[in-house]
């Protein structure tokens, strides 16, 4: 008996896709199959499909291959216990190729082809021996496609292309052997209508050129779509690659993939902790940046929880193994970045869109012009084929193919010099839909590095020689919070060196400064360890700075408590301005954090933001940004650190900070690559502007071949001057894109 109340689910890769119509077409036919539910990704060229019992995975393959397309399982996914993805075929390499190759073929067959002074005898002989390989070699990726299309029934910008640029090339073929264009001394001129006689002419640089800047256009877009796993990779190059494991009281060093849930292992000062776990002895400081963004690093201890990929910035550590491979929360991250990106849905391009109809009409009208002309004139033949090949031309898709390359080159080119990275195409219908703007805290709106923010001092101290005694005593020592300490301290003067130096284990540091005893540190071991009582104004400044997020230190020396010394991290300069031009784009901004909402509440008041979501941890950040969609927000998410690297992905549009995680910034759309936090609605403003060129590029590139169709089907139009409007209108479309180039930060 069938079970039908069990569901499954499987992740297919789909290869032999080469536009999202073709992820499309797959995705509804893996839909139409019972019990199935599938959403294709093209940027990651993955399928996730969900199943009940009466499918099996073959089923899924077998109806992805009767599609025109190829299907496979895909291999088991590196985990940090291998600390290796597999490999990826790079598709952009193979597109360079062609697309050199193709550039040094078809750039002398343009010259001799279109400037009459440069044909010498025979010249159309060394065009077609240069055109040959562009047209065979070069447009065989689309030759392929269009094959796999015509035998499904189905039609794309690849068929189009196909056939104009095969139609223009076997034309110019028949021309050269059986007409009198291939006899020594054969010229090429303009003329405003195709030669009386049939005289046919050669359009080998239509052949050659087409192809090109087809091949440009796949070029760049298989450069920006292979980041779309790139993410995936960083999150796992963080996992520790080795384990120091102790075994019969011996330390072995081990691979981390023969780590097991009990091993206890070892994790010296500088170290990477291997997997999840529990400390078992020992006492340090975790630096969670990596994954938390959180600049402040963790005191930990015996019963204390570690996470793997962590750095332990203290003392020695043993720590028990927990959780191993893919239950650890480094891999659990991992997921969740998948899982993002699987789940975004590409921006279909317009061009892809009408290509389903247009690319039909075109080939129907060039048909229906050659039999026309044969059955209603008396012309010659050659007339009626001239007439055909000319509709051919003027529909042949290169500013169709430029117009989104060009714009997006450009776009790109004037963001890198504004500290902007625009990913891809597929990222700027996104930017002007966005209405809600998700900004993580730390290192986004905060600096991320710990600062003195306040020095409070018993009545009758002086605040210098408080920081100049904490200061000596903090120099020793390597956590964050001293540093900070350390460096304003240098400042105001010269520090001294410390004598009988003591860092006890994360509850603070001791020694003696100028013959002076002194200690700095947590305010419950000054008052259990060395018995010390702090002024009541000095508390009252503690307790105040605590409500708002802020860490402070107590200093003490000669038996008494004398000072406070708050530490914070510190807003960014930039950061007010910035929030007030998100404001002006038409965004609402929210305050997300992981730290507490003290913190969180005072830094939003300073920028001027109402909306906070705080003490949230990594997986909850792209349960904020769901739940923002469910409400019905598009959300833009700005942040820099792995923890949320998820939500960057899961967001509408993705703006990661450049001085954070490679892992943020491969899961994002945008990078901000200073660091300025004004740069974000930069970056808004000229994604909208470019997705405005690109849009009016693809309107003006249609608008030509609506406008120039009719002509070459009356027979108005000569082939040859169909290819140099078509060239004209790909000029149109570059200048239209350098206009980019003038774009400016406010």
């Known amino acids: 008996m069938t079970t039908t109340g069990t569901t499954h689910e499987i992740e297919l890769v789909i290869g032999g896709m080469t536009c999202a119509s073709c992820a499309a077409r797959v995705e509804k036919k893996l839909n139409r199959m019972d019990g199935v539910t599938a959403t294709v990704n093209y940027a990651t060229e993955k399928a996730k499909v969900s199943y009940t019992d009466e499918v099996s995975p073959d089923d899924l393959v077998a109806t992805v291959e009767a599609t025109g397309y190829t299907a496979q399982l895909p291999e088991p996914p590196a985990t940090p216990d291998t600390g290796e993805a597999p490999p990826e075929p790079d598709e952009a390499t193979a597109w360079r190729q062609r697309l050199v190759v193709s550039a040094l073929l078809s750039a002398p067959v343009l010259l001799l082809s279109?400037?009459?002074?440069?044909?010498?005898?025979?010249?159309?002989?060394?065009?077609?021996?240069?055109?040959?390989?562009?047209?065979?070699?070069?447009?065989?990726?689309?030759?392929?496609?269009?094959?796999?299309?015509?035998?499904?029934?189905?039609?794309?910008?690849?068929?189009?292309?196909?056939?104009?640029?095969?139609?223009?090339?076997?034309?110019?073929?028949?021309?050269?052997?059986?007409?009198?264009?291939?006899?020594?001394?054969?010229?090429?001129?303009?003329?405003?209508?195709?030669?009386?006689?049939?005289?046919?002419?050669?359009?080998?640089?239509?052949?050659?050129?087409?192809?090109?800047?087809?091949?440009?256009?796949?070029?760049?877009?298989?450069?920006?779509?292979r980041s779309s796993g790139a993410a995936l990779r960083a999150l796992l190059d963080l996992g520790a690659k080795d384990a120091t494991v102790l075994r019969d009281g011996r330390e072995t060093q081990v691979p981390i993939g023969q780590l097991a849930v009990g091993d206890v292992f070892v994790v010296r000062p500088g170290e990477k902790i291997a997997t999840d776990g529990v400390v078992e002895s020992g006492t340090s400081a975790v630096d969670e940046s990596m994954l938390t963004g959180e600049s402040v690093p963790v005191e930990v201890g015996p019963g204390d929880r570690v996470v793997g990929a962590t750095v332990n910035a203290g003392g020695r550590l043993t720590v028990r193994a927990t959780r191993i491979g893919a239950d650890t929360q480094l891999a659990q991250m991992a997921r969740l970045v998948e899982e993002a990106q699987t789940g975004k849905a590409e921006v279909q391009r317009l061009a892809d869109r009408v290509s389903a109809v247009f690319v039909p009409i075109v080939i129907g009208l060039s048909l229906l012009t050659l039999a026309a002309w044969l059955l209603l004139t008396d012309d010659p033949v050659s007339a009626a084929f001239t007439a055909a090949v000319a509709v051919l031309i003027i529909a042949c898709p290169c500013a169709?193919?430029?117009?989104?390359?060009?714009?997006?080159?450009?776009?790109?080119?004037?963001?890198?010099?504004?500290?902007?990275?625009?990913?891809?195409?597929?990222?700027?219908?996104?930017?002007?839909?966005?209405d809600t703007v998700v900004l993580d805290k730390t290192g986004t709106v905060t600096t991320g590095r710990m600062t003195v923010a306040a020095v409070h001092v018993a009545p009758g101290e002086d605040t210098g020689e408080a920081l100049h005694v904490?200061?000596?005593?903090?120099?020793?020592?390597?956590?964050?919070?001293?540093?900070?300490?350390?460096?304003?301290?240098?400042?105001?003067?010269?520090?001294?060196?410390?004598?009988?130096?003591?860092?006890?284990?994360?509850?603070?540091?001791?020694?003696?400064?100028?013959?002076?005893?002194?200690?700095?540190?947590?305010?419950?071991?000054?008052?259990?360890?060395?018995?010390?009582?702090?002024?009541?104004?000095?508390?009252?400044?503690?307790?105040?700075?605590?409500?708002?997020?802020?860490?402070?230190?107590?200093?003490?020396?000669?038996?008494?408590?004398?000072?406070?010394?708050?530490?914070?991290?510190?807003?960014?300069?930039?950061?007010?301005?910035?929030?007030?031009?998100?404001?002006?784009?038409?965004?609402?901004?929210?305050?997300?954090?992981?730290?507490?909402?003290?913190?969180?509440?005072?830094?939003?008041?300073?920028?001027?933001?109402?909306?906070?979501?705080?003490?949230?941890?990594?997986?909850?950040?792209?349960?904020?940004?769901?739940?923002?969609?469910?409400?019905?927000?598009?959300?833009?998410?700005?942040?820099?650190?792995?923890?949320?690297?998820?939500?960057?992905?899961?967001?509408?549009?993705?703006?990661?900070?450049?001085?954070?995680?490679?892992?943020?910034?491969?899961?994002?759309?945008?990078?901000?690559?200073?660091?300025?936090?004004?740069?974000?609605?930069?970056?808004?403003?000229?994604?909208?502007?470019?997705?405005?060129?690109?849009?009016?590029?693809?309107?003006?590139?249609?608008?030509?071949?609506?406008?120039?169709?009719?002509?070459?089907?009356?027979?108005?139009?000569?082939?040859?001057?169909?290819?140099?409007?078509?060239?004209?209108?790909?000029?149109?479309?570059?200048?239209?894109?350098?206009?980019?180039?003038?774009?400016?930060?406010?």
């Open 114 to 225: 279109m400037i009459p002074a440069l044909q010498f005898d025979n010249w159309q002989w060394l065009c077609l021996t240069l055109a040959s390989p562009v047209v065979v070699w070069g447009a065989l990726p689309f030759h392929r496609a269009a094959w796999t299309n015509l035998r499904h029934g189905a039609a794309t910008m690849d068929t189009l292309i196909s056939v104009g640029v095969s139609a223009a090339y076997l034309w110019s073929v028949w021309a050269l052997f059986f007409t009198d264009a291939g006899m020594p001394g054969m010229t090429m001129t303009f003329d405003l209508f195709p030669s009386a006689d049939g005289a046919p002419d050669i359009y080998l640089e239509v052949a050659s050129v087409v192809t090109t800047f087809i091949i440009a256009g796949r070029y760049f877009e298989a450069r920006a779509k």
């Open 400 to 434: 169709l193919g430029l117009a989104t390359p060009t714009a997006l080159l450009v776009g790109t080119g004037r963001g890198a010099q504004l500290g902007i990275i625009i990913k891809g195409p597929q990222i700027l219908e996104s930017t002007r839909r966005v």
């Open 470 to 746: 904490a200061g000596a005593l903090e120099h020793a020592s390597e956590h964050p919070i001293a540093r900070a300490i350390a460096e304003r301290a240098a400042d105001e003067r010269a520090l001294t060196e410390v004598e009988g130096f003591e860092n006890h284990g994360g509850r603070g540091v001791s020694g003696v400064v100028d013959g002076r005893a002194a200690v700095a540190g947590r305010l419950s071991w000054l008052r259990d360890e060395w018995s010390l009582t702090p002024p009541a104004a000095l508390v009252s400044a503690a307790e105040a700075a605590q409500s708002e997020g802020r860490t402070p230190i107590w200093v003490a020396w000669d038996g008494a408590v004398r000072a406070v010394i708050v530490v914070s991290d510190s807003v960014k300069d930039d950061a007010a301005d910035a929030v007030a031009e998100l404001r002006e784009l038409g965004l609402r901004p929210v305050l997300l954090t992981g730290d507490n909402r003290g913190a969180a509440e005072a830094v939003a008041e300073q920028v001027g933001i109402d909306e906070v979501v705080a003490e949230v941890m990594p997986a909850d950040k792209v349960d904020v940004v769901r739940r923002l969609q469910e409400e019905g927000r598009v959300v833009a998410m700005v942040g820099d650190g792995v923890n949320d690297a998820a939500a960057l992905a899961r967001a509408d549009l993705g703006l990661a900070m450049g001085p954070g995680t490679d892992v943020a910034i491969e899961a994002s759309d945008l990078t901000l690559v200073r660091g300025d936090l004004r740069a974000a609605p930069d970056a808004i403003r000229l994604s909208r502007a470019t997705l405005r060129t690109i849009k009016g590029n693809l309107f003006w590139a249609f608008a030509y071949n609506v406008a120039a169709l009719p002509l070459a089907a009356l027979g108005l139009l000569n082939p040859l001057l169909a290819g140099g409007a078509m060239a004209f209108s790909s000029v149109f479309v570059v200048s239209n894109s350098l206009r980019l180039r003038r774009f400016s930060p406010r």
